[in-house]
C-alpha cells in the first residue's frame, strides 16, 4: 500500500462464490494463511503470504460475492476493502461454466480505479457441459488479461500471478520482459450506463462533485447513489447535509434506475460473452440435471440426504470412535494417573487442577477432536462436490417452519459432531443477522456426540433392553424440541418474519483432496486453539468451585447450589443433589455427567457398579427425567463462550443459556409427571 | 407512490400473457418482465442475472418447496415466496 516500498504488494483475490476461489487461494499460499474474522464482523478472512520473484505477495481473499452492492455484509467488506485499503490489484476467478454471471462482478470492479486480471477458472467443467470460451477472445474484448486456470489441477494458477504482477507495474506493453502468452494491455473495456440514464447521472455527478469524501471515487458513487445504494446513501446523508435535498430529489425521480444499471451491465457483458464462448446444442441434457432428478426430488432427494448423512454418522463412528477411545485410554487415562502420582505428594490440590479440572474438562473435548477431523472431512468433500446446495434445497421445506430456510441446515447439522463448529459455521452461511441469530440460538439444541455418549452409557444401565428404542426416542425427541423452539422463536420473538430464499446450484464437480485438507486443518486448528484457552480457564474455575472450600464435591459450592435446587429437581423425579450436580458439571463437558455421578456415587469411576447403583436410586420414570433434562440442558462452556463470541451480545448469550434452563426443566418436569401419571414406577 | 409506479408498471404489460415464476411447470421457458417485491429484493435477484428480459428455463417445480430456474448459464434455486414476485412472459417453443 506504501508506494514507495514496491517489494511489498498487496493482491485481493475476489469472486463468486462456487468458482473454486479457494482452491486458487489454497494452491498459492498452502499452510501459510492466517484465517481469522473481518475486524468486527463475523465474516471468515483469509491472508497469505508468499513471495514471488523476490516480492513479498499479500493475498487477501475477499468474501465470496455476486455483485458489490451494499446487500450483504460480505459484498460491503468486498467493496470496502478495495476502496479503502487499495490493493495493487485485484484478481477475479471467474467460473468458463457460468461466464455471463460471473462477468457481472467484473462489469462492476471495472467501475473501481483499480488493475483487475481475470482468472478463468473450471475450463475442464465448461467443456464437459459443451461450452468453449477462449480466452484470448475474451481478453480482447475485455482489455483485461484473461488467464485460462483449471485450479483443482494447479493449471495455470502461477500464470494468473505473473499477470497480476504485469498488470500491476503496467508497463509499456514492449518494456515487459516475460512475454506471457496472456498478458494484454490493461486497457479496459469499461461497461456504461444506458444513453437514457447519462444525463441523471451527469447531475448526480456534479451534484457530488468536490463532497466525495476520501477515498471514494466520485463517478462511483454517483454511478451507486442512482442504483439506490442504501450505504453510500448514508454516506453521502452524513457528509453533505447541504446538497442531500437536492441529491434526493433526484433519486427519488429514477428509483426504478437500478433496474436499468443492471440489465445494462449484462448487456454489456452479453456483448462481451457472445465472441468468446461457443454455446452448446440446446436440449443437451447434462450430468448435473441428470443428477439432480434424483437429489432434488422432494422424495428421492430427502432418501438420498438421509442416507448420505447416515454414511457420514456410520463413518465418523466406525472410524473415529475406536480413535477416541483409544485416546482415552492410552493418553488422557495415563497421564491423569502419571499428574495424580507426580504432584499428589507436593500438593492434592494442584493434582487435582490438572487432573480433574484441566485434564477432565479440556482434555476430554479434545479427544473428540478425530471425530470432528472425519466429520469435517466427510462434509468438506459433500461442499467441494457441490452437494451441500441440494441438502439445503431439499431441507429448505422442513426448515421454513421455523421461518429459517434450508442454508440453515448445514451448520445444525454440524452440530450433531459438536455444537460449537455449529455456533461458528452459523454466521458464516447465513446472510441476514435474523436467520444467524436464530440458527446459534437452535444450535445447543441438536445433540452433540458428547450427550449422545452419555446416553448410550446410562440408557442401558437404566433400560437394558429397551435402550436402543429409548435412544432413539429421545434423540428424535430432542430434534422435536428444537423445531418446536424454532416455530416458537419464529413467532414470538421474529414475528414470523421469513428469510428470502435465493441460492445458487452449482453444477458437480470431482471435489479437491487440497481444498477438503485445508479445510479440515482449519476447522480443526480453531476447534483446538479454542480447547486450549477459554475452555481451560472455565474447567478450572468450575473443577474450583466443585472444591472449595472444603477440598471435597459433597461439601462444596457447587453441592450446595445442587441442594439449593434440589427442590426444583423433585418436580422432575431428580431430588437426589448428586444428580443436580451431575447436571451442573455437565456445564464444563457433557460426558462430565458420567464422571461425576461415578464421584458422588461413590463408585469411583463410571464402570457397571455405577449403573446398579443408579438403577437402585432412580426408577424408570425419574431416569427417563433425568436423560431428558441432560440432552437439553445448558450448552457446554465451549458452546457458550462461542455464542458470546459470535453474537458479540451477553443479551443474547444470556438468553440462550436461560432458555435451554427453561426448557430442560419443562420437558424433564413434563417427561417425570407424565410417567407418575400413567402409573410408571418413579 | 410506490403503489401508483407498480400499478403504472402493471398497465404497461398485457396481464394475460404474465405469469408468475411459481405457476411455471418444468421444461418451461419465458422471459422476465417485471420483479415485485420491493427494491432490495429486485435489486439483489437482478444481479444474479434475472434482469427485465432475461431468459429463464424452469428445472424443477413441484408445486411445493423452491423452485429451480436455469437463468444465464447458471441454477438458482428460489424459494417459493420469491419466485411468485418474478413475473414472466411464457415463450412458446
Redesign the interface.
Known sequence: MDDSTRNSITVALAGQPNVGKSTVFNMLTGLSQHVGNWPGKTVEQKLGEFSQDGRAVRLVDLPGI??L?A?SEEERIARDFIIRERPDVVVVIANA?????NL?LVAELLALPVPIVVGLNMLDVAERHG?RVEPHVLAATLGVPVVPLIASKNKGVRDLLDAALYVMDAPAPESCTRKCAFCTEFAPNRPTIRAEHRPVLEQIRTLVHGRVPLPYPEDWVALKLL??DAEIARLMHETTPDVWERIHAVLLQH??A??DI??GR?EWVERMVRAAVVHPRTGVVCL??RV?RVA???LWGLALLLGLFGLVFWLTYTVAMPIVDWLDAALIGPLTEWVNATFTPVSPWLAGLIADGILGGAGTVLTFVPILVIFFAALGALEDVGYM?RAA??M??FM?WMGL??KSFLPLFLGFGCNVPAVIGAPRIMDDRRARLLTILLAPLVPCTARLAVIAFLAPAFFGRAATLVSWGLVAANLAILALVGIAINRLIFKGV?T????????YHLPNARTIGLSVWHNTVAFIQKAGTIIVVVSIVIWALSMLPGGDVEGSLLAGLGRGLSPLGGWMGLSDWRLIVALLTSFIAKENTIATLGILYGSGEADAGLAEQLTGVLGPAAALAFLVVQMTFIPCVATVAVIKQETASWKWTVFSVCLLLAISFAAGSAVYQTAVFFNIPR | MQDEKSLARKAMVRPDSMQMLIDLEAGARGVVRQLRGGNEFANRIATLGFTIGAEISVIQNYGRGPVIVAVRDTRVALGRGEAAKVLVEVVRA
Open positions: 455476486y455483485s452492492t446487500n461454466a457460468a461466464l455471463e454471471r457481472y461450452l442504483e439506490g428509483e426504478d437500478y433496474l443492471v440489465g449484462y448435473t440435471d439432480d432434488t426430488h422432494p446446495a434445497y431439499v429448505d421445506r421454513h430456510h434450508g421469513h428470502a430464499f435465493i441460492m445458487e446450484m452449482p453444477l
